[in-house]
């Protein structure tokens, strides 16, 4: 997500270090190529022009001149200012009512349905609630399927009858309250454009369930027309929040830079890959960092802490500072690392890791590789590496379906990840 953009604002960064001292000319000169990478990236410009003044107002402000590190504060200022443009603070999403009611709403083809399904399972995974989803969108031809085969997928019962949107949605609150659900998501319909018969029924809706929270689904593909839809929702039906989906793909990233500037409705969520638990969170300053390469180390560690054992992290890390972490740790070590998505994801949100390696592919086929490898061994093979002579490595290399060069490439990793170990406990890191 963002890359053209955070490419070009982390290479007029890197340009800004390489100066002695700030001037009023290298200042003019890093803006201009911060307000390039801001077009290129499809933000809107007048957000852009009221960008570029409060950073270039502030970086020939005293405190930037005094400054020993002028370069760094520079840095500082387009953060901040990032920050600022993205929302300031995390807006939360609403979770006290009993039931706490949500509908999605947005244009045909936005993805509510898919959100609708990322949603309630984040919802139930992080903040453990009980979901309910409810087909309101009784036009779209397959539309209720479509939330049924999603809400099988995940294990979330989906409220469907044969009624107006408003009565299905009245009959879900009651059905919500009696089987004890606490969180109830209303998929509706779209439009191709905004109609005032889509916008009379959503403010229906929200009038005879009393919604607390209503998030307009928006593509962030759509570029700056995505304001105009923001605005004609908002308008209608004071919108609480904002879910931008395909932040993944081929997208420029100007509409997040634009939504919270121009129409004052905070990102909540954004859609990150097709899969049902590709929807984060939007951290504006975690998102900043990202885009100026500075990584995103929280957003790390809260995906380690939902999907890795910590008892079984913990117990590892007492065997690499103990130095007898074998074979079949790390095998389970790689089995957690597996939970938390494709390395490459991971990779990025990592601080200072260079251009090359951010863009490298990695093939899961060659974790697949060395899992077959460290599974064709024995168990005391495992525990104990040493053992392994010419003809074990023969019957390893045979019965996994690699070559014998593959098998002591891994083992000759494996004891040069140990020894790094090593040298860190001798530099007192506890566990």
């Given at each position: 997500?963002?890359?053209?953009?955070?490419?070009?604002?982390?290479?007029?960064?890197?340009?800004?270090?390489?100066?002695?001292?700030?001037?009023?000319?290298?200042?003019?000169?890093?803006?201009?190529?911060?307000?390039?990478?801001?077009?290129?990236?499809?933000?809107?410009?007048?957000?852009?022009?009221?960008?570029?003044?409060?950073?270039?107002?502030?970086?020939?402000?005293?405190?930037?001149?005094?400054?020993?590190?002028?370069?760094?504060?520079?840095?500082?200022?387009?953060?901040?200012?990032?920050?600022?443009?993205?929302?300031?603070?995390?807006?939360d999403i609403y979770l006290t009512g009993n039931p706490?009611?949500?509908?999605?709403?947005?244009?045909?083809?936005?993805?509510?349905?898919?959100?609708?399904?990322?949603?309630?399972?984040?919802?139930?995974?992080?903040?453990?609630?009980?979901?309910?989803?409810?087909?309101?969108?009784?036009?779209?031809?397959?539309a209720i399927d479509q939330l049924k085969q999603l809400?099988?997928?995940?294990?979330?019962?989906?409220?469907?009858?044969?009624?107006?949107?408003?009565?299905?949605?009245?009959?879900?609150?009651?059905?919500?309250?009696?089987?004890?659900?606490?969180?109830?998501?209303?998929?509706?319909?779209?439009?191709?454009?905004?109609?005032?018969?889509?916008?009379?029924?959503?403010?229906?809706?929200?009038?005879?369930?009393?919604?607390?929270?209503?998030?307009?689904?928006?593509?962030?593909?759509?570029?700056?027309?995505?304001?105009?839809?923001?605005?004609?929702?908002?308008?209608?039906?004071?919108?609480?929040?904002?879910?931008?989906?395909?932040?993944?793909?081929?997208?420029?990233?100007?509409?997040?830079?634009?939504?919270?500037?121009?129409?004052?409705?905070?990102?909540?969520?954004?859609?990150?890959?097709?899969?049902?638990?590709?929807?984060?969170?939007?951290?504006?300053?975690?998102?900043?960092?990202?885009?100026?390469?500075?990584?995103?180390?929280?957003?790390?560690?809260?995906?380690?802490?939902?999907?890795?054992?910590?008892?079984?992290?913990?117990?590892?890390?007492?065997?690499?500072?103990?130095?007898?972490?074998?074979?079949?740790?790390?095998?389970?070590?790689?089995?957690?690392?597996?939970?938390?998505?494709?390395?490459?994801?991971?990779?990025?949100?990592?601080?200072?890791?260079?251009?090359?390696?951010?863009?490298?592919?990695?093939?899961?086929?060659?974790?697949?590789?060395?899992?077959?490898?460290?599974?064709?061994?024995?168990?005391?093979?495992?525990?104990?590496?040493?053992?392994?002579?010419?003809?074990?490595?023969?019957?390893?290399?045979?019965?996994?379906?690699?070559?014998?060069?593959?098998?002591?490439?891994?083992?000759?990793?494996?004891?040069?990840?140990?020894?790094?170990?090593?040298?860190?406990?001798?530099?007192?890191?506890?566990?």
């Open positions: 997500m963002f890359e053209n953009l955070s490419d070009r604002l982390q290479s007029a960064m890197h340009k800004i270090k390489g100066y002695g001292k700030i001037t009023e000319d290298n200042i003019s000169e890093m803006t201009r190529e911060i307000r390039l990478a801001l077009l290129e990236a499809d933000v809107n410009y007048q957000v852009i022009k009221e960008f570029i003044s409060s950073v270039k107002e502030k970086a020939l402000g005293e405190e930037v001149q005094k400054s020993l590190k002028p370069a760094e504060m520079f840095v500082k200022i387009v953060k901040d200012e990032l920050v600022d443009l993205l929302g300031k603070e995390k807006s706490t009611t949500l509908m999605l709403v947005g244009l045909q083809g936005s993805g509510k349905t898919t959100t609708i399904a990322k949603l309630g399972n984040l919802l139930r995974k992080k903040y453990h609630k009980k979901p309910l989803f409810v087909a309101c969108d009784i036009y779209r031809p397959a809400g099988k997928e995940l294990d979330i019962p989906v409220f469907s009858i044969d009624d107006n949107p408003v009565n299905i949605a009245i009959k879900a609150m009651d059905f919500a309250k009696e089987n004890k659900y606490d969180y109830v998501l209303i998929d509706t319909a779209g439009r191709l454009h905004i109609d005032d018969n889509l916008m009379q029924e959503l403010e229906d809706i929200e009038k005879a369930i009393n919604v607390n929270e209503i998030l307009l689904v928006i593509d962030s593909m759509m570029g700056q027309d995505a304001i105009n839809v923001i605005n004609g929702f908002n308008s209608k039906l004071n919108l609480t929040g904002a879910i931008l989906t395909k932040l993944d793909g081929d997208t420029k990233g100007g509409v997040a830079l634009s939504v919270r500037h121009l129409t004052n409705v905070p990102i909540k969520f954004v859609g990150t890959s097709e899969k049902l638990d590709g929807l984060e969170e939007f951290f504006p300053e975690r998102m900043a960092t990202r885009i100026l390469g500075m990584g995103d180390i929280m957003s790390i560690v809260e995906k380690a802490e939902s999907v890795i054992d910590q008892d079984e992290a913990l117990n590892a890390a007492k065997k690499l500072n103990k130095g007898n972490f074998d074979l079949e740790d790390f095998l389970n070590q790689l089995n957690q690392i597996k939970k938390m998505g494709p390395l490459e994801n991971i990779i990025k949100l990592l601080p200072g890791v260079p251009k090359e390696l951010k863009n490298a592919q990695i093939d899961p086929k060659q974790m697949a590789h060395v899992e077959a490898i460290i599974k064709s061994m024995t168990f005391m093979e495992r525990k104990d590496p040493s053992i392994l002579k010419a003809s074990r490595k023969i019957r390893i290399a045979k019965g996994s379906g690699r070559s014998v060069e593959e098998v002591n490439r891994l083992l000759k990793q494996f004891e040069q990840m140990k020894v790094m170990m090593k040298q860190f406990k001798n530099k007192n890191f506890k566990f």
